[in-house]
Each structure stands twice: as structure tokens, then as C-alpha cells.
């Protein structure tokens, strides 16, 4: 069987990974090993990772031996491995044959892709002018994007790894992070609702956890009809009881807070809605049971606005629709909107494209008793719960 | 004289083009002895007469259509759609003929037409009265698409369009009617085509058009008071656009949002958000966001209406996205 | 003096025009016979639709027509093209697809138009020339030149809308448009009577517009109704409407099988063999005809060898011909 050497290199684990130590070898120089063998383990500041095998073959010499640190992309081990072309994973130390014959069936053995970092098109072109390898950025932005400020940052806080390239061309200013007070007229068009300043807030929330949790909960007897709005309701009363500000309302006399939790419930198709009563310390048995003893939605009658709750939930669950921001009325404090759940790619731990399943939750609410620190401080709380449901029922 | 509203800068426009070139005629539904659904054309009867200032039947394919031949036999006239709803019954005429001929008889001929379309909802007009279509025109080669969003503006914005070789549909949003504002004197030089920098900022483009300019640029001066500048660009022309305009904007802030009236889903942001990440790739440093109207049709209910809006507080959500 | 005496012998004042007539139709007997050769050798791709049977509507149509007047044509308008006056070779040139051609090789059959003639072009959509002729005729009465608008249309455009609101429109204001109907009997590839209910002489009548109904195989009588529908829209600039029973003798397009078709009774004639048994009741010979009928033909074979000859149609300046005015018309 035709082999081809090669090395075996010090693997990138995570985005932001730019070394790792060799914790212990289990495969002796000399020694064969078969695809999926455990060869090595690499730890980092964050995990400890076992490489395997990608095929079979022999380590012919370990070059780092137990407890060195070696930097990405830096061989730890001569190999050589079965049946594989040396334009697979084998290095370029050119002991590698010249390009085989086609061999059939080659196994399909491809080298890891390099890691993909996520950057701006703006931060790429910035950290190459600059010399800067995007690898050891740390983004700031959603989900670790590197924006053109971090290759900034970071360019200025090590200036010494930066090659003496001409200085990026930097933006007129930093990124301004900071958010409006948006004590804004309402904005609404036809001015009946434009008493009420108007404040809008969205976040995107990973929800391929909590599908996986509610697919595995409906196989349990007694929760087959547990429904995703149970467990969005759920978070949001939790969210609400870490944000007591947030059950408030708005009187002639100011904010006056609202003593227990209730949640308005309008549904998706808009026929009417309905409150749940008095959600405050309940379990998601709960909430559900209170879901489900609703009248038939179709009939859902309006809701007084003598007794109003304070936050209003709207869901699009089930279909393609995106968020809505209702503007929020009298009596209101703010109206969470739910859009459909959508699937896209996001990269993973690998900086790989990974197929999550997301939706969109948009607040609206009355600028005079949500300030935008509020805002986003209670959506991310719904964001956290609903990304990890264990934390969820747990609290 | 009072502040001149957009109403009467379109009227004066009009007066003037039809004074200045006896080809010029009007066509419309109640537009000579009523004035117009929106009294643009008020006094324009008295003053140039019913030869040229034309009440028609409530029919639109026919008025769309003669005005095709009207202006291949050398007039150049201006219709009235009452509102841009009711243009799909008009669709032939600007679609299959107006906008063809140029082309389809091998520069023979011109279309020099103008359409007049009011559009925009926010007056529980409904789902037949409400309508932001101008994607559909922007989508037809031979077309020039505009909408303008000041007094100045569609002042000589509707002077370059009754001038203008080519079949022009000249889109009013009726919340702008009877908006005030400067109309210098002489009226300014506007080109088809050619953007406006509302207002200048570092960090993020707004490009809108018709009434949402105004939205723009009150999200542009909450946001000021938090150390956030917008820069917002008033694109006026939707066919053709000022790609380089937003280039240059896009070349300052490193990010983009397209806001408008209109559906967002194939909505004119959408071309100008492909054609940005396209040729303005390089520059950005956030994804190109979209701020518009829901997919859903326009509805009566007050409430329905305002929460479909594509309010200033929605875009200002959108730039807080855009920074994060 | 328009009138003819009743069928009482030729009527040599009138024979020079009738000869005209007869030229005239074979050209367009010609053209299409050729186009109908061309499209089935694959010369021509697309769609032709040929008015072959149809020639004494044109002929008979356009004779009362002077150069300023306009015509919207239809789909099967080849024949009121070369009637208008269209050069030959600009047709074929065009027919053909070349750089040459009246339209630059972009209008083909379908659309085929000469602006310079007053032909505003055949047209792609059923009815679409009927607001074209509404809108030319009321550049006509605006710039009050006397000139007439004629706005063609078949019997299958009689259930669109835009028909109805033309006749109304015209009606109205008053415009100098001869509204001209072949009715052929056929909207497409169904029957008219089975997809139409409307009689067009009462929907004339309903939106008071005068109108004469008569066979279309007899070139003599449509010129004669024609020129006198003319003759009173110029005198008092009303509209008027004629309708020619016609006879479809191919399909509705180049190429169709015509499966659905079982009438044909010829209760129409062909309008070229009608209009030769007049000519030579009136004393012309037939050698007569004959060399007539072959200038003609080599008339029309001169023009496409012209045509065959012409440089091919150019994508990147059709590119930069969608607009009158590529980019900013600028006010100021």
C-alpha cells in the first residue's frame, strides 16, 4: 500500500487559539495506529482535545514531546500515513513522493479546513494592510465578528506584531457602541398613538437547543403537547422576575410597578388575545397547563384595558413571518414580538459553518419606562434563557 | 407668500412646463375642473384651458395609453393615476409600450411621458389605496423612476421629468402634500439620477427617499444627542440611482441601511443592498440592513397601519443593530 | 366624384387606381408568401403572423390615407405596413433581424414600425395599438394638422377592456380616429362566436359613433367606405368605425397546425382573385395582370436580396438604445 509521510500539526481549536500544549502522547514513536486512534492531547487555556487519526499509518517521530507548547500550524510529530496522497495533511517537507497515479479507491481523507475566521470585509482589508493575522483578533461583534475597530485595537495594543506595512486606513472614529436615549416623538404615522415614545429593540436568538429540548420533552408522557410558546413565555417571566423594572406601567402619576407577573398573549394569527394570570415563581408545568386552558384561540376575546399586563407577548411560531414591532399602547409597558423559527448558517466553535436554528425577538416599549440599558439587559436575559434551556429550568 | 408646500411646488412646476412648451398637456380623472384628488392641479384649467388640462374617464389603461401615442406623435404629456394603486390597470401601456418603444422600434421614437403616481400609506387608506409599487418600475428597462421628498425638489425634479426624453413615472408620497419648505428662487438644478446628501455623518448611511427622508432625519438627530452621526442621503431617483453617491457615503461610515416605505422583501433596497455588497464590499464593516414595510398588504385599522410603518424608532433599532 | 356607377361596364376614370390596387396587394401577397417560405426554411425565428386573405383591408384602408396620418397596427400587421408606404427593403431588413432594418433589428415581425410613414407599429399585446391611435389622434387635433389616427384591431380584441374605453374616450373628445376591425372570425385559435358575445355594430352605435359593416374581399368597396369615413372625420373630427368580414387563409401564426379548425366555408373570397375577375371584366387583359403581378414579385425578391445582404443587428448599441437619454435629464 502506497503511504506518504508527512507531519502532524499543532490543530487550531477554537477562533481565538494561537498555541497549545502537547498534555500527553498515546502513540509511541514507531508504533502503527489505526484511523480514529487517539494519537495525542492538546490542551489550551479553554479545553483539552484529542486529536484521532484521520487514517491508519505510523508515527515515525515525535517532534514535541509531553508538556512543550507549540504554536498553531507547528508540526508535533512526523507521520506516515497509509494509502494517503501527500497533497493530503502531509506537510510541505517535500520527503512527500511526487503526485501518485491515481489510486483507486483512494479513502476520503481531506485535510481540516482551515478555520474560518469571521471578520468584516472592512477588518480583512484593514488587517492586511497592517500585516495583522485575523486569527489573533478578538472580535467584538455579534457572535465574534472581528470588526474593522478590533484590528484597530488590537494593532494598537501589541504594535510590536504589526509589520511595518502603511497604517490601515483607519475609520474618521471609533464605532460608537454607545445607544441613543431615544426620547423620540412615537413616529407613528397618523400621530393618535405619537403620545407614547416609542423605543424599539431586536435580538437574535439561537434556538437549536431548545427545539432539541422541546423535541425531547414531547417524547415524555404528559408533555406531548408542550408547545415552543410555553417555553418563550416561560423565559420571559423569568426575565421579568431578574428585571423587576420591566413590569411596570405608565400612569398620569409616572411608573407604578405592577405586583404580579402577568403576560398578555396575543396569538400569531391575530385574532385576539388573551392574559396569563399570575406566572410569577411558575414552572414551565405551569405555564403550559395555563397556555393550554385557554378558550379556542380563534375566540380569544379582547382584553380589558381596565386590567392590563404590562408586558404583551406576540409570536409568529410556525411560519416565515419576521418580528413586528406593535407599537405599544396605554397601559402597556412593552410587547415582545417572536418571529418564526429560520435556520442559517452560523460558523462554530471551529469558525465552520454550522446549521442553527434561530428566531428574532423584538421589544417595543414605552421610552418612559424602558431605557435602552433596560432593553437590552432584558432581552439579552430572554436570549440567555431561551440559548440555554437547562439554565432555564433550572433557575 | 407663505412656505410653499410640495403641493403647490408640483402645481407651479406643472404651470410653468405647460407656459414654457405648448406640447405639454395634462391627463387625469378629475384633474381640470376639481383640481386633482390632491389639488395639484388646481387652477391649471382656468389658466391654460381644456385642450390641454384633460378630465378623463375613470379609465386608466386608455389615459396611460394614449399618452404612449400622444408622445410618440410629438406632445408630451403628464397623467394623473389618483393613486398609485390603481396603476396595475395601466400596467400595458407603461410596461409593454411606453417603455419599449424607444428601444423596440430602433430609436425611431421617444416616449416623452410623464406618470404621475401618489403612493404611501399611513392615512388608513387601506389595502387599494396605500401601496409603494415603485419596485415594480424600477424592475422595466426604459423606465426613469423618481420620488422626491421637498418642496425644492419636486419643484425641479418634475420640470427634469416633463423635459426628459423618456417615459418618467413620478412618484408622489401623498404624506407630502402639504409638507413646507424652502423653494429657492430660481428653483435648484436637479438632475434625474442624481442623489442629495441630506446630512453628513461618520457612522452609518441611511439611503431613503420620499416621505421616509423626513424619519431619517429625525432618527438622525435623536441619535446625534448619543454621540451617533448618520449620514442620510435623499436618493430622489430610483432609476436610475446615485450608486456612486452611496459608494462615497459607504466609503465614510462602513455600513448601510436602506430605508423605505415599501415592502422590504424585493423592495428597492434589495437592489441596492446586492449592488453595495457587490461593489462596495471592501468598505463594509457590518452587514447592509434593510428598514421597510412588513410583507403584508396595507391595512385600514389605525393600529395595523402605524405598526406596519417603517417608523424613525425602527430605524434606529436598525442602526443600533448595525453598531453592535 | 367618389361614386361608381353600378356595375354597369368599366369605369375608366377609376382603373388606373384599380391596377394600383391590384399592385398593390400582390406586393403584399408577395411579402408574406415569401415570409411564410422564409420562416419555414428557419430564415426568420420567432413568431409571423400572416395576413394573407387580409390584403384589401390594408390596401383598401391606406388608400384613403395621406402621408401625415398615423396607424396603430396589430400582430398581423405587415400588410398595413407596406400599405402605409414602407420601403421594401427597410421591411425585410427589419423581418430579418439587421442593423438596417426600420427598427434596428429589434422589433422583427411583431412590432414591425416606420415612423416615418405614420406607421406607429404592429403590436405584441391584442388591443395594444388602440390607445396608441387614441393618443396620436389627439396629437392631431392639439396640433390641428388635419391628419387622422387609424386604430386597427381583430375581431378577438373586441373582449378587451381597452377597446371599450377607446371608443369612449374617442367618442367624448372628439378625436379624428378611423377605428378599422378585421374580424376574421377567429380570436386566435378559437372561433369569435365562441368567445365573444358583443355585436360591434351596436357597440358602436352605443357609444355614438358611426360605422359601416361590409366584406373584406372586395379591395373597391373597403377603399370606397374607407375614403368616405375619412373624408367625414377630416370634415368634422368625430370618430367612425368600419368592420371588415375577412377570411383568415393561414393560421394564426406561422407554423400552427390549425387542428382546431373545421369551417372554412370561402364564404369570403380571396380578395387578389376577387379584385382580378373585376379588372378583367373591365376589360384589362390577362397578360396584363400577369406582368403586374411578376413586377411584383420581383420587387419584393429585389428587396430581400437587399435585406439578406444587411449587417447583422449590434447587442452592445441595442445596450445603449433602452433610453432616449441614458442617466440624468437635468432641469436647470
Redesign the interface.
Known amino acids: 500500500m502506497a503511504g506518504a509521510a508527512g507531519m502532524l500539526l499543532m490543530p487550531k481549536l477554537g477562533l481565538t487559539m494561537t498555541e497549545g500544549e502537547v498534555s500527553q502522547w498515546l502513540c509511541a514513536a514507531g508504533a502503527r495506529f489505526a484511523k480514529g486512534d487517539t494519537l495525542v492531547v492538546i490542551e489550551t487555556d479553554k479545553i483539552a482535545h484529542e486529536v484521532e487519526a484521520p487514517a491508519s499509518g505510523v508515527i515515525d517521530e515525535i517532534l514535541a514531546p509531553e508538556g512543550q507548547t507549540v504554536a498553531v500550524s507547528l508540526p508535533l510529530a512526523r507521520w506516515t500515513l497509509d494509502g494517503v496522497s501527500p497533497s493530503g495533511n502531509a506537510g510541505e517537507d517535500g520527503e512527500a513522493p511526487a503526485p501518485a497515479a491515481p489510486q483507486s479507491p483512494a479513502p476520503a481523507f481531506l485535510p481540516p479546513p482551515e478555520p474560518r475566521v469571521v471578520a468584516t470585509p472592512l477588518a480583512r482589508r484593514t488587517a492586511a494592510a497592517a500585516g495583522i493575522d485575523l486569527a489573533r483578533v478578538t472580535g467584538s461583534g455579534p457572535k465574534g465578528r472581528i470588526k474593522a475597530a478590533d484590528v484597530e485595537r488590537f494593532a494598537s495594543d501589541s504594535p510590536a506584531t504589526v509589520s511595518p506595512a502603511p497604517a490601515p486606513q483607519a475609520p474618521a472614529s471609533e464605532p460608537v457602541r454607545g445607544v441613543p436615549d431615544p426620547a423620540l416623538p412615537g413616529q407613528a404615522p397618523t400621530g393618535h398613538l405619537a403620545a407614547i415614545p416609542q423605543l424599539h429593540a431586536i435580538a437574535e436568538v439561537e434556538i437549536s437547543k431548545l427545539l432539541e429540548m422541546q423535541a425531547r420533552m414531547q417524547s415524555v408522557r404528559g408533555l406531548e403537547a408542550l408547545e415552543l410558546v410555553s417555553l418563550l413565555v416561560l423565559a420571559v417571566v423569568r426575565s421579568i422576575e431578574a428585571h423587576p423594572a420591566s413590569n411596570r406601567i405608565w400612569t398620569p402619576e409616572g411608573a407604578v410597578a405592577i405586583p404580579r407577573i402577568d403576560i398578555g398573549l396575543l396569538s400569531g394569527a391575530g385574532h385576539g388575545d388573551a392574559i396569563l394570570r399570575d406566572l410569577g415563581g411558575r414552572g414551565l408545568g405551569a405555564v403550559s397547563a395555563a397556555i393550554a386552558a385557554l378558550p379556542d384561540r380563534e375566540s380569544w376575546g379582547p382584553s380589558g384595558q381596565a386590567d392590563p399586563s404590562a408586558i404583551t407577548l406576540q409570536h409568529a411560531l410556525g411560519s416565515a413571518a419576521d418580528i413586528l414591532h406593535m407599537p405599544v399602547v396605554a397601559g402597556q409597558a412593552a410587547i415582545l414580538s417572536f418571529g418564526g423559527e429560520h435556520s442559517l448558517f452560523r460558523p462554530d466553535d471551529e469558525g465552520l459553518p454550522a446549521l442553527r436554528h434561530e428566531l428574532r425577538v423584538g421589544l417595543s416599549a414605552d421610552a418612559r419606562l424602558f431605557d435602552v440599558a433596560l432593553a437590552d439587559l432584558f432581552l439579552a436575559s430572554i436570549t440567555r434563557f431561551l440559548e440555554d434551556p437547562l439554565v432555564l429550568l433550572a433557575t | 407668500m407663505a412656505e410653499p408646500r410640495v403641493r403647490d411646488a408640483l402645481n407651479r412646476a406643472l404651470a410653468d412646463a405647460m407656459a414654457a412648451d405648448e406640447r405639454v398637456?395634462l391627463l387625469g380623472e378629475d384633474i381640470a375642473g376639481f383640481g386633482g384628488s390632491f389639488g395639484v392641479t388646481k387652477g391649471l384649467l382656468d389658466r391654460f384651458g381644456p385642450?390641454?388640462v384633460?378630465d378623463?374617464?375613470i379609465?386608466e389603461?386608455?389615459i396611460?395609453?394614449?399618452?404612449?401615442?400622444?408622445?410618440?406623435?410629438?406632445?408630451r404629456?403628464v397623467v394623473e393615476i389618483m393613486f398609485m394603486d390603481f396603476v396595475t390597470l395601466a400596467m400595458?401601456?407603461i410596461v409593454?409600450?411606453a417603455a419599449?418603444?424607444?428601444?423596440?422600434?430602433?430609436?425611431?421614437?421617444?416616449v416623452?411621458m410623464v406618470v404621475r403616481l401618489p403612493h404611501g400609506?399611513?392615512?388608513?387608506a387601506g389595502p387599494q389605496h396605500s401601496q409603494c409599487l415603485e419596485a415594480w418600475f424600477a424592475h422595466i428597462?426604459?423606465l426613469?423612476v423618481v420620488c422626491p421628498a421637498t418642496v425644492g425638489d419636486s419643484y425641479?425634479?418634475m420640470?427634469?421629468?416633463i423635459?426628459?426624453?423618456?417615459p418618467v413615472i413620478f412618484i408622489e408620497n401623498k404624506?407630502l402634500y402639504a409638507l413646507k419648505g424652502d423653494m429657492p428662487d430660481?428653483?435648484?438644478?436637479?438632475?434625474?439620477?442624481?442623489a442629495a446628501v441630506a446630512r453628513g455623518g461618520?457612522?452609518v448611511t441611511i439611503v431613503t427617499y420620499g416621505a421616509c427622508l423626513g424619519?431619517a432625519l429625525?432618527?438622525a438627530k435623536?441619535?446625534a444627542?448619543?454621540?451617533?452621526e448618520l449620514e442620510v442621503i435623499d436618493l430622489r431617483?430610483i432609476l436610475?440611482w446615485d450608486e456612486a453617491a452611496v459608494l462615497r457615503s459607504l466609503q465614510?461610515t462602513?455600513r448601510l441601511i436602506v430605508y423605505h416605505e415599501a415592502v422590504e422583501a424585493f423592495g428597492p433596497g434589495a437592489e441596492i443592498a446586492a449592488r453595495m455588497a457587490d461593489i462596495g464590499?471592501?468598505?463594509?464593516?457590518?452587514p447592509i440592513l434593510r428598514v421597510g414595510s412588513?410583507?403584508a398588504p396595507a391595512a385600514f385599522s389605525?393600529?395595523i397601519?402605524?405598526?406596519?410603518?417603517p417608523?424613525?424608532?425602527?430605524l434606529?433599532?436598525a442602526v443600533?443593530?448595525i453598531?453592535? | 366624384m367618389r361614386k361608381q356607377k353600378a356595375e354597369s361596364g368599366p369605369d375608366t376614370a377609376q382603373l388606373p387606381r384599380w391596377l394600383d390596387f391590384h399592385r398593390s396587394m400582390h406586393i403584399i401577397r408577395q411579402v408574406e408568401s415569401r415570409l411564410a417560405t422564409l420562416f419555414a426554411d428557419g430564415e426568420i425565428p420567432g413568431f409571423i403572423h400572416l395576413s394573407i386573405g387580409q390584403e384589401a383591408s390594408a390596401v383598401g384602408v391606406c388608400a384613403a390615407l395621406e402621408l401625415a396620418d398615423t396607424i396603430a397596427s396589430t400582430h398581423r400587421g405587415h400588410g398595413h405596413a407596406v400599405a402605409k408606404g414602407m420601403a421594401l427593403d427597410r421591411f425585410f431588413l427589419e423581418i430579418l433581424g439587421k442593423d438596417e432594418g426600420a427598427c434596428r433589428g429589434r422589433s422583427g415581425s411583431m412590432h414591425i414600425a416606420d415612423m416615418g410613414v405614420g406607421m406607429l407599429g404592429a403590436n405584441g399585446i391584442v388591443g395594444g395599438g388602440l390607445p396608441l391611435a387614441i393618443g396620436s389622434a389627439l396629437a392631431h387635433k392639439l396640433k390641428g394638422n388635419g391628419a387622422v389616427a387609424v386604430a386597427c384591431f381583430g375581431d378577438g380584441a373586441m373582449a378587451e377592456g381597452i377597446l371599450h374605453e377607446a371608443l369612449n374616450i374617442a367618442s367624448l373628445w372628439k378625436l379624428p380616429v378611423l377605428f378599422v376591425c378585421d374580424n376574421n372570425g377567429w380570436s386566435e385559435f378559437s372561433a369569435t362566436k365562441d368567445v365573444i358575445s358583443l355585436d360591434l355594430p351596436q357597440l358602436a352605435r352605443a357609444f355614438g359613433i358611426a360605422s359601416r359593416h361590409l366584406r373584406g374581399d372586395d379591395v373597391v368597396a373597403v377603399a370606397e367606405a374607407a375614403g368616405q369615413l375619412v373624408d367625414a372625420i377630416r370634415g368634422d373630427g368625430a370618430p367612425r368605425l368600419i368592420e371588415l368580414h375577412t377570411r383568415r387563409i393561414r393560421g394564426h401564426f406561422e407554423g400552427d397546425a390549425q387542428r382546431y379548425r373545421h369551417d372554412d366555408a370561402a364564404d369570403r373570397e380571396d380578395p387578389l382573385v376577387n379584385h382580378e375577375s373585376r379588372l378583367l371584366r373591365a376589360g384589362v387583359t390577362p397578360e396584363r395582370l400577369a406582368e403586374i403581378a411578376e413586377a411584383a414579385r420581383g420587387e419584393v425578391e429585389a428587396a430581400l436580396q437587399i435585406a439578406r445582404a444587411g449587417r447583422a443587428a449590434c447587442a452592445v448599441g441595442a445596450l445603449d438604445a433602452v433610453y432616449a437619454q441614458r442617466g440624468a435629464a437635468r432641469y436647470g
Request: aromatic share 6%; charged share 25%; proline share 9%.
Open positions: 398637456v385642450e390641454r384633460r378623463t374617464p379609465s389603461a386608455i396611460a395609453g394614449a399618452a404612449v401615442g400622444a408622445a410618440m406623435s410629438g406632445l404629456p400595458d401601456a409593454n409600450q419599449k418603444a424607444h428601444f423596440m422600434f430602433g430609436g425611431q421614437c421617444s416623452p400609506g399611513g392615512i388608513s428597462p426604459g426613469k425641479s425634479l420640470r427634469a421629468a423635459d426628459d426624453p423618456d404624506a430660481p428653483p435648484a438644478a436637479v438632475a434625474i439620477g442624481e461618520r457612522d424619519h429625525d432618527a435623536a441619535l444627542s448619543a454621540g451617533i431617483s436610475p465614510r462602513h464590499f471592501d468598505e463594509l464593516d457590518a412588513p410583507f389605525k393600529e397601519d402605524s405598526a406596519f410603518f417608523s424613525s424608532a425602527r434606529i433599532e443600533r443593530r453598531l453592535a
